[in-house]
């Protein structure tokens, strides 16, 4: 069954057009409310929030739906999503919202749900709340006694800090280490900082002055210029950058080189292995993960399980075949004895404590394997998919032929645009650039003739 509102990764558009209206907002509070509102105890929702200007409006709405269905909004205000899923367990929540938009500008917004267990709810869940977002909401409504109350909690922030400091073992100091963490305007501009700088380090803050704004702006883990330019500016030994919520995050080290998930994956697993703290024999990373780590990881004597695009799909599977290290050449990575989802700062901490033990930079310890030339191209396409051509099916065979002793080729429609990717990776780049090239040539011939 086709899905109206959820996709990939929750509800997520532009503010204040459908589907992100302040109307939707409160029926998905009404819907989600009814369907955990199960026994006799008081049930409550943790609801947090980035630094969007919608987030406001969306807020407000969400805690109308939620308490006209009986239940107790816990309002949180600007949170990461890391923070919100771990807050849903330790507040002992039924569910947990996050508004935001991730790395998105801020004219769009989202709303991301949790269970009680602080994982994202399964497709069975999601499905059940779009029939009933559709629904005649009067049905649904609590009675008059047994609406819910709402009201903010303090100190949310300084338990997600005491969170993030207790994934490091007792003794760890990042002090001697001058930090430039940007913080992308969005929702740890005032828990990452804090949580370095007690931690011993020299912290220095840049994105941390959100307006609702600037969000993402120019900022944050899609847009490192800025971290780059100041880590040469004050000299530090490494740079941080979060995306808007919070859960994705890019390193740069001390020279002003960009440290990607994949690089970041390899600096945990090794120092995890080595700790005899490293399950299921290896990580999990999406089909997008470069050649160059898995091929890393096997001369350490470990796996690399692979996934669909998404970090969803990452979780899942580590969930299902015991893992606890996996994430996203994005830099979504998720450590799943600290949390359920991907925590940017928690994974940074890791990798922190990594160059402290060793005494090296960071440029040394993060650059664990040589990255095989990867090459990504898109066509984009009509209805139909050109993916069905018996021509592009042949060309397709020939290319993962040429490539198999050497490389690497991953053909997938986008998940989001009318797009088909072509990415291919090798040894040998002038191949890889070639083969792709033939293949976007042949699937548009296709997609023009049709």
């Not at 002003?256 to 994956?265: A, F, H, T, V």
């Amino acid at each position: 069954m086709k899905r109206r509102y959820f996709g990939t990764d929750g509800i997520r558009g532009q503010s204040n057009i459908f589907p992100m209206t302040p109307d939707l907002a409160m029926r998905v509070g009404i819907a989600v409310g009814t369907i955990f509102r199960r026994g006799a105890h008081r049930h409550r929702v943790v609801i947090g929030k980035d630094t969007r200007l919608s987030g406001y409006m969306l807020e407000n709405a969400m805690v109308a739906g939620f308490t006209a269905a009986g239940i107790d909004a816990f309002i949180l205000g600007p949170i990461s999503t890391p923070a919100v899923a771990m807050l849903t367990r330790s507040l002992r929540a039924d569910i947990g919202v996050m508004i935001s938009a991730s790395h998105n500008p801020f004219y769009d917004n989202g709303i991301k749900l949790f269970g009680p267990d602080g994982y994202k709810l399964s497709d069975e869940i999601e499905m059940e709340i779009e029939e009933l977002i559709d629904r005649d909401i009067t049905a649904q409504l609590a009675k008059a006694a047994d609406i819910g109350r709402a009201k903010r909690i303090d100190g949310v922030h300084d338990r997600y800090i005491e969170h993030a400091k207790r994934t490091l073992p007792r003794d760890t100091t990042l002090k001697g280490l001058r930090v430039a963490i940007d913080c992308a305007n969005g929702a740890a501009y005032r828990v990452a900082p804090a949580a370095l700088w007690e931690l011993g380090a020299d912290v220095v803050t840049i994105g941390n002055e959100p307006d609702g704004l600037n969000i993402n702006l120019e900022c944050g883990s899609t847009h490192p210029d800025a971290l780059q330019r100041k880590v040469h500016e004050v000299r530090a030994d490494i740079g941080i950058a979060l995306d808007g919520d919070a859960d994705r995050v890019q390193i740069v080290d001390e020279n002003g080189k960009i440290i990607d998930g994949d690089q970041l994956m390899a600096v945990i697993a090794e120092s995890w292995a080595a700790d005899g703290m490293l399950r299921g024999g290896g990580i999990v990373a999406t089909v997008m993960s470069n050649l160059g780590l898995e091929r890393f990881l096997s001369g350490q004597g470990l796996g690399l399980q692979r996934t669909k695009v998404g970090d969803r799909y990452v979780v899942e599977h580590m969930r299902q075949h015991d893992y606890n290290v996996g994430g996203e050449q994005s830099g979504h990575i998720v450590l799943s004895d600290f949390g359920t989802t991907g925590d940017g700062l928690v994974a940074a901490l890791q990798v922190l404590a990594c160059v402290k033990r060793s005494g090296k930079t960071v440029s040394e310890v993060c650059n664990r394997f040589e990255p095989v030339p990867q090459v990504l191209k898109n066509v984009r396409i009509q209805a139909g998919s050109p993916l069905e051509d018996a021509v592009v099916r042949q060309a397709i065979a020939d290319a993962e032929s040429e490539l198999a002793r050497n490389g690497r080729l991953l053909i997938r429609p986008s998940g989001t645009e009318p797009l088909i990717r072509v990415m291919a990776e090798g040894d040998d780049r002038a191949q890889v650039e070639r083969i792709v090239d033939e293949l976007v040539g042949v699937i548009g011939s296709v997609r023009n003739a049709a």
